[in-house]
């Protein structure tokens, strides 16, 4: 089978370098590859062409199969990179993200976005700055952008501007739990959409800021959608979690109540409120992505709290457009929380060793694991919803509708009392109610 996408450069390394060319695999058959060989040893497979930008889990069957046989795998440049010539070898690492960065259906063409004002808060976060990005490429009407952290606020508005040459964006620095603030931002503005992705997310440092929790997470959010329905805002969209889901942790029950603020919005308002549940997302800040690839690149060890521990993964660019493309969804009037098919939870010790291999290194020999236990607030296995209830389809295969329990009434009076009393409330008195509206929180660690 011939390489048939290769640029000269990648030719002429290939004929004056490789001895034998050999397929050893089915997958294999169906991607462009070479195999560089030492002697009869297979030590470098070398993917060539686009198909695994399709096909992701194609790639990490790949993958497997040459981690199995100790060949390390890497990948030919974008023969149309404008500095392609300069790399001695036009050759790089796979990056973790491409092997999850699974195919998502095209946004509706139809959907008017360029007379939209959106709203999005934690614009400066993450996963915040990715929607910005997305968001400017439908060109709507107005983009604001909320984010407590100057820093980042501005390094987002530089690269809008670099990329995009974007002019009807407004940068606003402020705190979603300062009422009088957002009050003053949606009169001014009058938003018609709102991306909600701030939060405190980090669950070890989360679990000892119980109160820093609850202001952002759950007074904050309470606080947006007034706002928002206060100025006939059409659609509230929150980015929520998979920990939210019979919550042990206090990032994962704060996120839970979060989610019920949002029923209640659905109940009293006009507005569509959505919350949106998914895993772990790759490479974001603070998640285990970051930590490993710089645990490897110093040579390790690379820690793991346990070697049961599995996760469900997504990409950034995907959870995004999953965002986007479940705010357009027909009949969404109807939904409270919607989850995204995530495919199978992969074990936390096996995105390490791959992210190893990845590196061209060996798990072991090359960089040592090292497993640290669970940490208060953790599971082994997280679900992204409660299998009690019901899943409904949204029309679209990867998007389903999670049919929750009817939120409790009281729920908005106990959130006025705790607004009018947060200054004065301990610690204790904070855990206490929190379990009282999540009672998975009292559970032990699973």
Partial sequence: MLCISLTEKTRKYIESTWVKVKFIHKSLLEVNTKFLYNSETPIAAILIGALERNDPSKLREILSFCMDKGIFMQKEINPEHPLLSHFKYPFRNLEIDELYDDSTPELPLQFDWEQERILVTG??????????????????????????????????????????????????????????????????????????????????????????????????????????AAVQCHHFLMVS???????????????????????????????????????????????????????IAQGGPVTITDSRMMRYFVSIGRAC????????????????????????????????????????????????????????????????????????PTGIDCISRVVEEAVEPDLEISLIKLQDQFSTQSEGQFKSWLQYWVPSLSAKVK
């Fill in 321 to 392: 457009r999953l965002i986007l493309q479940t705010s357009v969804l027909a009949g969404a009037e109807h939904t409270e929380v919607v989850i995204f098919d995530m495919g199978q939870p992969v074990p936390i010790e096996k995105l390490a060793r791959m992210m190893i291999h990845l590196a061209g290194l060996r798990p072991g020999p090359d960089v040592r694991m090292v497993f640290t236990g669970l940490r208060p607030g953790e599971k082994l296995k997280e679900v992204l919803y409660l299998e009690k209830l019901k899943l409904e």
């Fill in 241 to 295: 979690t998979d920990k939210s889901v019979d919550a042990i942790s206090i990032m994962g029950a704060t996120k839970r109540v979060a989610e019920q603020v949002l029923q209640l919005a659905n109940l009293k308002s006009n507005m569509t409120c959505i919350s949106t549940r998914f895993g772990n997302v790759l490479g974001s800040n603070g998640s285990v992505v970051p930590r490993f690839k710089k645990q």
């Fill in 123 to 228: 614009a400066a976060g993450s996963i915040g700055s990715e929607l910005v990005d997305q968001l400017a490429q439908l060109n709507p009407a107005q983009l604001i952008i909320i984010d407590h952290a100057e820093s980042p606020l501005y390094e987002l508005c530089l690269q809008l501007e670099e990329n995009h040459r974007w002019q009807r964006l407004i940068p606003i620095l402020a705190d979603v739990s300062d009422e009088a603030r957002m009050q003053e931002i949606f009169k001014q503005y009058n938003p018609t959409r709102v991306y909600h992705t701030a939060a405190c997310k980090q669950l070890p440092v989360v679990e000892t800021n119980i109160r820093e929790a609850i202001r952002v997470n759950i007074l904050g959010t309470y606080i947006l959608t007034k706002c928002a």
